[in-house]
């Protein structure tokens, strides 16, 4: 079946180059937003922030209410859509000291949708390091036909930090990269910035274009400056009316019994930037930020569909919408994100397939999805096999009007466990239950680190995030020794559908044994399917190996 599929691929990709005959397969706009919770649209029901246009697009397409990422960390949970795998199975983090190696990459969906003949483009932000070198290779770059994107944090003006954007007439992000896909869709002008491998997108060919915010993102959001380029909206919306801050709130000076024990979460060494949290006001002012972001980002959402209609393209290209995790704001006293709550892993999530029937569209639904699926469904739909090493399924059922359950319950991860206080954590939930456990929390605090660091006059930045050889290390013991009998230092169980904001730990409730035996024995099969049986195809990219690799050009040249 694959290599008839595969055959098909071919010939279509060379009926639509060589004699004029359109390529049917439906095209694909990914767009991804960063550190988005479920809530903070008018879709899933906010009643402040203005999203017309994404309330729109879920009114004709499909609303997932059970959507949920794989880990709550940025690189993680990108890997993870890319390759559709879990990280305990692709092996990348800021802490795991590797690269997502080419042969890994070769099966990413835009690997494999350009190799069956999609055209494919990247806007905005890439946070996945792929290749020697990790963003520095190349890789990622050359894998698409039209490529415009940061590495790393791109920041809420991203010509501050990028070559890349340069030329764009914009300051702001969204709007950059909403230059970005208007060029792609119809070459209304040629960004010297971007990289091209053909001067203009083949007509006929069907196309496969991801974009990536870095917004609501703090470290986008925490950069708005309200500069006198910056449109009205990032200047003064939301900042007439009472904005109310969120359920659940509480301010450090307020918190009397953390939400956890200090031995398991020590929020003393959190990162300084999520710090806002802590004062209402501060946590406030955030908050508009990340409202100003998102109508911003609706309102490229709009003009996307505008400019889809414009070029005859609206009637045959799905359309995806969600976030790589959600941000806590000081809910239960938190700050940040990693953790495997509701706040941090419940993301929105919107599929519009403009030829499903009639029917199909305008629908909320209730079955689970997760982050891992959307590269098998857009593969579904071009008619292109998932490569085995997937670990998502494709929910092209549930978005053409079915209600076939795709999973029975939903795993989650941490393992960016460092001296910034998290330790290793894992979740499954079904639709009634929620069990969390975590494990030794041993990392060396983050507070020491930048007390010497100042004394030896060592940058902040080099001692709190270099990665050393050693990390690889640890990092795989985090993967590995739950496997192999490592006991949790706590635990979680949640009635999730009594008690949606988790503040009632039933861990102890003796009435509840046998549900708890239940959740450990699907925590325990679904740990083993994340984990899958292969090692992960990774590199190393440590500070080492970087320093040789760096040195071995030198001498090369």
Same mark, same amino acid.
């Given at each position: 079946?694959?290599?008839?599929?595969?055959?098909?691929?071919?010939?279509?990709?060379?009926?639509?180059?060589?004699?004029?005959?359109?390529?049917?397969?439906?095209?694909?706009?990914?767009?991804?937003?960063?550190?988005?919770?479920?809530?903070?649209?008018?879709?899933?029901?906010?009643?402040?922030?203005?999203?017309?246009?994404?309330?729109?697009?879920?009114?004709?397409?499909?609303?997932?209410?059970?959507?949920?990422?794989?880990?709550?960390?940025?690189?993680?949970?990108?890997?993870?859509?890319?390759?559709?795998?879990?990280?305990?199975?692709?092996?990348?983090?800021?802490?795991? !000291? $590797?690269?997502?190696?080419? /042969?890994?990459?070769?099966?990413? +969906?835009?690997?494999?949708? @350009? *190799?069956?003949?999609?055209?494919?483009?990247?806007?905005?932000?890439?946070?996945?390091?792929?290749?020697?070198?990790?963003?520095?290779?190349?890789?990622?770059?050359?894998?698409?036909?039209?490529?415009?994107?940061?590495?790393?944090?791109?920041?809420?003006?991203?010509?501050?930090?990028?070559?890349?954007?340069?030329?764009?007439?914009?300051?702001?992000?969204?709007?950059?990269?909403?230059?970005?896909?208007?060029?792609?869709?119809?070459?209304?002008?040629?960004?010297?910035?971007?990289?091209?491998?053909?001067?203009?997108?083949?007509?006929?060919?069907?196309?496969?274009?991801?974009?990536?915010?870095?917004?609501?993102?703090?470290?986008?959001? !925490? $950069?708005?400056?309200?500069? /006198?380029?910056?449109?009205?909206? +990032?200047?003064?919306?939301? @900042? *007439?009316?009472?904005?109310?801050?969120?359920?659940?709130?509480?301010?450090?000076?307020?918190?009397?019994?953390?939400?956890?024990?200090?031995?398991?979460?020590?929020?003393?060494?959190?990162?300084?930037?999520?710090?806002?949290?802590?004062?209402?006001?501060?946590?406030?002012?955030?908050?508009?930020?990340?409202?100003?972001?998102?109508?911003?980002?609706?309102?490229?959402?709009?003009?996307?569909?505008?400019?889809?209609?414009?070029?005859?393209?609206?009637?045959?290209?799905?359309?995806?919408?969600?976030?790589?995790?959600?941000?806590?704001?000081?809910?239960?006293?938190?700050?940040?994100?990693?953790?495997?709550?509701?706040?941090?892993?419940?993301?929105?999530?919107?599929?519009?397939?403009?030829?499903?029937?009639?029917?199909?569209?305008?629908? @909320?639904?209730?079955?689970?999805?997760?982050?891992?699926?959307?590269?098998?469904?857009?593969?579904?739909?071009?008619?292109?096999?998932?490569?085995?090493?997937?670990?998502?399924?494709?929910?092209?059922?549930?978005?053409?009007?079915?209600?076939?359950?795709?999973?029975?319950?939903?795993?989650?991860?941490?393992?960016?466990?460092?001296?910034?206080?998290?330790?290793?954590?894992?979740?499954?939930?079904?639709?009634?239950?929620?069990?969390?456990?975590?494990?030794?929390?041993?990392?060396?605090?983050?507070?020491?680190?930048?007390?010497?660091?100042?004394?030896?006059?060592?940058?902040?930045?080099?001692?709190?995030?270099?990665?050393?050889?050693?990390?690889?290390?640890?990092?795989?013991?985090?993967?590995?020794?739950?496997?192999?009998?490592?006991?949790?230092?706590?635990?979680?169980?949640?009635?999730?559908?009594?008690?949606?904001?988790?503040?009632?730990?039933?861990?102890?409730?003796?009435?509840?044994?046998?549900?708890?035996?239940?959740?450990?024995?699907?925590?325990?099969?679904?740990?083993?399917?994340?984990?899958?049986?292969?090692?992960?195809?990774?590199?190393?990219?440590?500070?080492?190996?970087?320093?040789?690799?760096?040195?071995?050009?030198?001498?090369?040249?």
């Amino acid at each position: 079946m694959r290599l008839v599929r595969d055959l098909t691929s071919c010939v279509l990709l060379l009926l639509g180059t060589g004699v004029g005959v359109a390529d049917e397969r439906p095209s694909f706009v990914f767009i991804l937003t960063d550190d988005q919770s479920y809530g903070m649209m008018g879709c899933d029901g906010n009643e402040l922030t203005r999203t017309p246009h994404i309330d729109q697009l879920a009114k004709d397409g499909v609303f997932f209410d059970r959507a949920y990422i794989t880990s709550a960390i940025c690189t993680p949970s990108r890997i993870s859509i890319l390759l559709s795998q879990f990280e305990r199975k692709h092996g990348v983090n800021f802490n795991s !000291g $590797t690269s997502v190696a080419p /042969e890994a990459w070769a099966d990413s +969906y835009p690997v494999v949708m @350009r *190799d069956h003949g999609y055209y494919t483009g990247y806007v905005g932000k890439n946070h996945s390091p792929i290749g020697h070198g990790g963003y520095e290779s190349g890789l990622m770059d050359q894998s698409f036909d039209f490529f415009y994107a940061g590495h790393g944090h791109i920041r809420f003006y991203p010509k501050d930090l990028h070559e890349i954007f340069q030329a764009a007439k914009s300051d702001t992000q969204v709007e950059i990269i909403q230059e970005g896909v208007d060029d792609f869709l119809s070459n209304e002008h040629r960004l010297e910035g971007a990289i091209r491998f053909l001067e203009s997108r083949p007509q006929g060919k069907p196309f496969c274009l991801s974009v990536c915010f870095n917004l609501p993102h703090d470290a986008g959001a !925490g $950069t708005m400056a309200s500069r /006198e380029s910056d449109d009205e909206i +990032y200047k003064s919306l939301y @900042r *007439d009316i009472e904005i109310p801050l969120p359920k659940n709130y509480v301010a450090k000076a307020d918190i009397q019994t953390p939400k956890l024990p200090p031995h398991v979460l020590k929020t003393s060494e959190r990162q300084t930037g999520y710090d806002y949290s802590d004062e209402p006001d501060a946590a406030i002012q955030r908050i508009i930020r990340r409202m100003q972001a998102m109508t911003g980002i609706d309102r490229m959402v709009g003009r996307v569909r505008e400019k889809l209609k414009a070029n005859g393209l609206d009637k045959n290209t799905i359309i995806i919408f969600t976030s790589d995790h959600g941000l806590f704001t000081g809910e239960q006293g938190l700050g940040g994100k990693a953790l495997c709550y509701e706040q941090t892993t419940h993301v929105p999530f919107i599929v519009y397939n403009p030829n499903a029937s009639e029917s199909a569209g305008g629908r @909320r639904c209730d079955e689970f999805v997760q982050s891992i699926d959307i590269a098998p469904m857009m593969l579904d739909y071009a008619g292109i096999d998932s490569p085995e090493v997937f670990q998502g399924k494709s929910i092209r059922g549930l978005v053409d009007g079915g209600n076939a359950p795709v999973h029975d319950a939903i795993f989650t991860e941490n393992l960016w466990a460092t001296h910034f206080g998290n330790p290793p954590i894992e979740a499954v939930q079904d639709k009634e239950w929620k069990y969390i456990r975590y494990y030794a929390n041993n990392s060396f605090p983050a507070s020491i680190k930048i007390r010497f660091a100042k004394d030896m006059g060592i940058p902040l930045t080099k001692m709190l995030y270099t990665v050393a050889d050693e990390n690889i290390a640890v990092y795989r013991h985090y993967v590995e020794s739950p496997l192999e009998g490592e006991e949790p230092i706590y635990e979680e169980l949640y009635h999730v559908a009594d008690d949606p904001h988790e503040l009632r730990n039933l861990i102890d409730d003796p009435s509840l044994k046998d549900q708890l035996s239940r959740m450990r024995a699907l925590w325990k099969k679904k740990l083993k399917m994340a984990r899958g049986t292969e090692l992960p195809k990774v590199l190393r990219y440590t500070e080492t190996s970087e320093l040789e690799r760096k040195l071995k050009e030198c001498q090369t040249r």
